[in-house]
């Protein structure tokens, strides 16, 4: 069974066909990031345009790569938020054009589940399972009961992991989205600064990264001030030590209260080295706990995992109709 996808919320243009969930016949990314760096961001208006001149031509490279016509799928599935508005927009169209053309069903994907799914194409999700989800825009912990339950336990109550990434990025005037060179820079660094590690013996589930980005912002300026240059990886480190540690430490508090059997790390921010080793090996603590990560190269946003999750919520019979609209504050259920 083909499920051919749509993912458009920030910057990259994506089409995917999906085979029984699980199998990539084709994944069409069309990034953006060259249109944005010079903004050290993503400009919304930028982003709408290029959508709009990438959907059909990632669309047709979709179909031929995979070898497939319209008349093989069996459904439509669509990023419909959250994000930014006016993306959303382009990929709900074209959804909405193909489902009506060839008489398809349409499934709505909430981006953040999709991002879970990328996991699915290393093995199965087995429910109850816990997701530890770190993008650019959210930083949460996600509570899966059985398939299409999403509940968040915890969430970032000001910047998203990967948005301090960037910020911070900025600084040491690293290109946007800079987390791959953070990375990179940190594993030659040691943790000097010892940041500070918000929130992290608080009894809640949430997190806080401003503080840490302003903490890093204050030495450096301060360093500039003196006339003194820092060793960059050492900032690295130490900046990324301080993250992983948060997540790390509220990963475990979350695994301590909620009983599931598998752990899910996912989101742009799930490539990093550091935190995926880390994981790893907090989850030998938890030996009825398996760990699915998801690949790294879809960690970032793509239509395969919209795919992937699309499926299992088209096999549950979520469906929307010809008023499907963008929703760009879409959040999953609170349970707190
Ligand atoms: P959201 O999914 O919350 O709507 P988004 O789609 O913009 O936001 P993603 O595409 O999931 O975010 O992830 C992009 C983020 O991941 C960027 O902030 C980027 O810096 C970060 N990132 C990518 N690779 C790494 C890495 N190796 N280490 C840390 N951060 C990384
Ligand atoms: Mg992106
Ligand atoms: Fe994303």
Redesign the pocket.
Known sequence: ELVLAFES????TSVAIIENGHKILANIIATQINSHKRFGG?VPEVASRHHIEQVVGCLEDALNEAQVSYDDLNAVAVTYG??LVGALLVGVAAAKAVAFAHNLPLVPVN??AG?IYAARFVEPIIFPALALL?????TELVYLAKPNSYEIIGETRDD????A??KV?RILGIN?????E??RLAHQGQDTFNFPRAMIDEDNFDFSFSGLKSAFINTVHHADQLGKELNHADLAASF?QSVVDVLAHKMVKALRKYPVKQLILA???A?????RERIKSELQDFEDVSLLMAPVKL???NAAMIGAAGYIAWKAGIRADMSLNAEPSLEFPLKK
């Open positions: 919320s920030c910057d990259e993503v959250p994000g981006h953040m991002h770190v993008s650019g825009g959210h998203a992991a990967g948005e990434y960037d990025g946007y989205p800079a987390g791959k953070i990375d990324q989101g742009g921010v490539a990093n080295s550091g935190l960690c970032g946003d």
